[in-house]
């Protein structure tokens, strides 16, 4: 990945406007359709929290502070990057919405504080697991600190990269979090020496045992912190982050017993952090209270046993709302940030006034909810399959020579396809599926020739294609044939690796708001479903934002071969750019870090190019320079046997080189060979 910094300012207006209409004619203009009526189509205002809309051009627009009219046109981005030579899929990075965000967690945090009278401290840490890429946790410990958030590292290479960032902020809180060993424990404990507020939590007494070890070696009192296991059930995809099951965490009985060792040390002082995580995106806020609520049980308790006592962790699962609907819904949540924040800081209020503890420093290890909305996917349409768009002849061929009739299913399909009525949609939809299972069935005989078996199925789906359009008219459409507009969505082909780029897709079915960036005013006449161009069927989108539930498919906007067409997935800042993997070696994408002014100005403050097809060939230990050459040979053969001619052989060399220096994703401008 090459990396470099572009220094001056660029600002917008010298980006000439985008071409906004298709060059090949195709439209989707419609009398009356409205860039409102997009907004309101993909549900923007709703997932967008006020960071995305849509300004009259029809262009996604993102408002890094939330403040209407000053905002950045997201098509002027991607045209910007295509001038300085970087073609989609690209990921772009919002850096002053990041920093709205930390201030909008800061405020929550310290309203709820103020409003319940509670004396203690809020500290956001950031878990570095969630985006691990340099320039966010740059960002994220730049725009944190003077709000006084840390941040939280699960492993040795993420503990080793924060240790070397953080030297100027050594008041800053580190957690450390996940399975350590001896060396993991000595860094912790020489950081901790140099003067860190350093933190590692205790997943199991073996590390116990190691910390305590090393503090006497060094001559340090370290500062502990323990993860308990809390036996709150825990709710939606992640539920078992607690309870039981859970894979992390101590029980009860365990958080005792590391107190008695520490007890049995003079050690009990320690002890100053007690941590739970009930699970990511916490979509139920009674969750929340139930837990925070046993968490600061626990806690008090400690204080009463002689614990050190000062930070109650309440661990990551702040959620999104990535669907817009406020709901409890898994890729929702119930609650708003304020909500979120008032209920942390009156449970564990409540609890320790009711014990009569001091109230703690509540730290949250909100990952998802600081980084989601950052950051937008933006990809381009390079082709689609429609299968409502089968030709379907005005007339049955006329029958051949061999011929005696033609084939009844042919000829049942065809009548049927000619009568479609309103009337009659559930009788003609079966007599549609029986005559194309009964061609099926000949043709697997031998009776059927391949072109009246193709005819057959053109003709099926032009009859499906003029039942769903009835349908479209009714009032009340069939249950039966409420699957039609899915079955008949077209398939869009894009540029992108949802492997790579949005892994939670093919993993655990992720939503994620799916956009046109542009259009907007034009109404999108195709419902499609997403085909990325990794050879594996998996790697698909199907499942789409809904005000009221999934849609199967997305309303996209029509477009033909040559036009530029775009689409963005939102709010993908979290866990997907470390997730992806190489999958058919499509690689990074490129990263643009945009900034802006609050003017309206905007800039690409940082450009970190994806992947060359060099460094993912490398990755996988291919020699690059044997390959080279290997082809040069066999180029020189093929012209000594006269299968090439020598500048052939030569554009051959020329392409291959340039190709391992190019893009992993397809380059539709690239100009081969040149
Ligand atoms: C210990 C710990 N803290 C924080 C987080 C971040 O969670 P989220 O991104 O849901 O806030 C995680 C993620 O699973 C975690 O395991």
Known sequence: MTQHTIPPVTPSPTIPPAPLRSRTGVTGLEPGWTVEDSVDLYNIRLWGKGFFDANSKGHVVVRPEKIPGTEIDLLEVVEGLRERGLSTPVLVH?????????????????????????????????????????????????????????????????????????????????????????????????AAKLGRT?????????????????????????????????????????????GAKAKFGLSYAEVLEVLEYLRARGMEDCLQLL??????????????????????????????????????????????????????????????????????????????????????????????????????????????????RGAVPAQLPALKANEEELPRPLVELFDT????????????????????????????????????????DSIFWATCARIRDKCREVEEVPEELEDLESLLSDTYFCNLSIFQSLPDIWAIHQLFPIVPIHRLGEKPTRKATIADITCDSDGRIDRFVDDRDVKKFVELHDFAEGDRYYVGAFLVGAYQETL?????????????????????????????????????LNYVHYDLNALQAQIRRECEKAVRLKQMTASESQSLVRLYESGINGYTYLEPESNIGN
């Open 94 to 190: 919002f850096s002053d919405l990041l920093q709205r965000r930390l201030l909008d967690m800061h405020d929550a945090f310290n309203t709820a504080i103020k409003e319940n009278n509670y004396k203690g401290d809020y500290v956001g840490v950031f878990p570095v697991k969630v985006n691990q890429q340099r320039r966010v946790v740059e960002e994220i410990r730049q725009y944190g600190s003077p709000l006084g958030f840390g941040l939280e590292v699960g492993s040795k290479p993420e503990l080793l990269a924060v240790l070397g960032m953080t030297s100027d902020s050594a008041e800053r809180l580190i957690i450390c979090n996940g399975f350590k060993e001896a060396r993991y424990i000595e860094f912790t404990t020489l």
């Open 417 to 456: 396809y000619k009568s479609v009525t309103e009337r009659r949609l559930i009788e003609q939809y079966h007599d549609a599926c029986e005559a194309r299972d009964e061609a099926g069935r000949l043709f697997s005989l031998g009776y059927l020739s391949l072109e009246h078996r193709a005819l057959c």
């Open 275 to 388: 941590h739970c995580h009930m699970g990511s995106q916490i979509h139920d806020i009674r969750q929340v209270n139930q837990g925070v609520n046993e968490l600061a049980r626990i806690y008090v308790q400690l204080v009463k046993l002689g614990a050190g006592m000062k930070y109650l962790d309440v661990g990551g699962g702040l959620g999104i709302d990535y669907d817009g609907s406020q709901t409890s819904f898994e890729f929702s949540t119930n609650y708003t940030l304020a909500e979120y924040a008032a209920t942390v800081v009156y449970r564990a209020m409540s609890v320790c006034d009711e014990e009569g503890v001091p109230h703690p420093t509540i730290v949250t290890e909100s990952g998802r909810a600081m980084v989601a909305q950052q950051s937008i996917l933006i990809f381009d349409a390079i082709g689609a399959n429609r299968p409502d």
């Open 198 to 242: 350093i933190i590692p939590v205790i997943e199991n007494l073996t590390e116990l045992k190691l910390i305590v070890e090393m503090g006497e070696k060094f001559q340090i009192r370290p500062r502990i912190g323990v993860r308990v296991n809390l036996s709150t059930p825990g709710a939606g995809r992640w539920r078992h982050s607690s």
């Open 580 to 616: 992806g993997d190489l999958h058919n070696l499509f690689g990074d994408t490129h990263v643009a870090h945009v900034k802006h002014d609050g003017t309206g100005q905007w800039w690409i403050d940082e450009i970190i190019e994806g992947d060359a097809v060099r460094d993912v």
